[in-house]
C-alpha cells in the first residue's frame, strides 16, 4: 500500500512540474504589455517627458509604461545593466562612452546590451552660482563646495570633462553628491558654492532656486578660445545659446556645453511594445511636446537624429521605416 501511495505521490510531482513548466513557457511567450523606464529626478527635465509619453501609452493602446524617478543617465545604464528596467532616457555623451567602454566606463568595459529608440531634445550645462559670488568662471571651481550631480549621475561625469580641461579632478574641489532638489537647498542654505545641472531649460530646480535671489551661469574663462579647444577634446558635445532673461540675473546670453538625450532600450524588449510606444507617442505628440520649454524640439524628424553607434532597437527601426523618416 504505501509502494503504491509512494508512486502517486511522485506522479503527482511530475505532472506539477510539467504543468509548471508549460506555466512559465506561456508566460514567458506571451507578448510584453508593459516596461519600466528610468528618468531623472522629479524636478528634473527628463521625469515629466517620461510621465507625458506614459500617459500617452495608456490613454492611446492597452500596454502600460512605468516610469521610474532616478539619478539620471549613470543610473538608468546601471539599472539597465543590472536589467531591473528595460528602457531609460540618457544623455547621448554618456551612452557613447558606456557603449564603447572609454571614459569613466573604461574599467567597466564596453556595453553593447542597448539599443537605440528615439531621440528627445538638447541638454545644457547649467552652472549656478550667486549674483555676487567671486567664481566668474568654471576656472574658478578649484576648493570650491559644488554639487554638478549625484555619484554616478550624468551630470557628474560631463562636469568632470569641465574640471579635466583647467586641471583639475573632482579631488581638486569640495564635491557633495546631491540630488536636483538637494542642490537647491544646499545653495539656499550656504552649503554649496555652485550647483551643477545637465539638463533642458529652462530647469525648474534653477527657477526655484533664483526666484529668491538672482543668479549666474558659469561659462569658459575665454569662450572664444576655449569652447572650440574644448569641443576638439570632446566632438560629442555642442553648444547652444541659454537665452537672457531664462533666470532671474541672467540678462544676457550665455553659451551652454550642450548634449542630446535620448530613449534607450534593452535590445530583447518586444519589438511590438517599442513600436507601439512610438505610435502613442507621435499620436499624443501635442501633449508631449507641452510639457516643457524644450519638448519642442521632439518632433518625428528630430527623434530619428542623434543615434551615433548606438543600433537601433527592431520595433524602433521598423516604426521609423513604416513613417517614411528612416530607410
Known amino acids: 500500500m504505501k509502494k503504491y501511495l509512494l508512486i502517486a505521490m511522485m506522479i503527482c510531482l511530475v505532472s506539477s512540474l ?18 519600466l523606464m528610468g528618468t531623472s529626478g522629479m524636478t528634473g527635465s527628463w521625469y515629466p517627458v517620461g510621465a507625458s509619453v506614459s500617459n500617452q501609452v495608456r490613454k492611446y493602446s492597452d500596454y502600460t509604461l512605468t516610469i521610474q524617478a532616478t539619478g539620471g543617465s549613470g543610473e538608468n545604464i546601471r539599472l539597465m545593466k543590472q536589467r531591473e528596467t528595460q528602457l531609460g532616457m540618457i544623455n547621448t555623451v554618456i551612452i557613447d562612452d558606456a557603449y564603447n567602454g572609454k571614459g569613466n566606463f573604461e574599467k567597466e568595459g564596453a556595453w553593447h546590451d542597448v539599443s537605440f529608440v528615439c531621440n528627445l531634445f538638447p541638454t ?41 580641461f583647467y586641471g583639475m579632478e573632482i579631488k581638486d574641489v569640495d564635491w557633495r553628491p546631491l540630488t536636483h532638489t538637494e542642490r537647491v537647498t544646499g545653495m539656499q542654505d550656504k552649503q554649496l558654492d555652485m550647483a551643477g545641472y545637465a539638463t533642458a531649460w529652462p530647469a525648474g530646480s534653477i527657477i526655484e532656486m533664483s526666484s529668491a535671489r538672482p543668479i549666474r551661469i558659469l561659462g569658459f574663462k575665454d569662450p572664444a578660445k576655449d569652447i572650440p579647444e574644448f569641443l576638439k577634446l570632446y566632438p560629442a558635445y555642442g553648444t547652444e545659446n541659454l537665452p537672457a532673461g531664462t533666470y532671474n540675473g541672467v540678462d544676457e546670453p550665455v553659451q551652454l556645453i550642450t548634449t542630446g538625450s535620448i530613449f ?45 553607434v548606438i543600433p537601433w532597437h527592431p520595433g524602433a527601426e521598423k516604426f521609423f521605416k513604416d513613417k517614411g523618416l528612416i530607410k
Not at 135 to 147: Q, V
Open 18 to 35: 510539467v504543468f509548471a513548466t508549460g506555466a512559465a513557457e506561456q508566460t514567458s511567450s506571451a507578448p510584453e504589455k508593459g516596461a
Open 264 to 308: 534607450a532600450a534593452l535590445p530583447d524588449l518586444s519589438p511590438d511594445y517599442v513600436y507601439n510606444m512610438l505610435d502613442c507617442m507621435i499620436k499624443g505628440i501635442d501633449e508631449v511636446q507641452a510639457v516643457h520649454g524644450m519638448t519642442k524640439y521632439i518632433t518625428p524628424e528630430n527623434m530619428v537624429k542623434m543615434r551615433g
Open 124 to 164: 545644457g550645462m547649467q552652472a549656478v552660482v550667486w549674483k555676487d559670488s567671486d567664481i566668474k568662471t568654471f576656472a574658478d571651481l578649484k576648493g570650491k563646495k559644488i554639487s554638478p550631480g549625484s555619484a554616478g549621475s550624468g551630470d557628474l561625469l560631463q562636469y568632470e570633462a569641465i574640471l579635466k
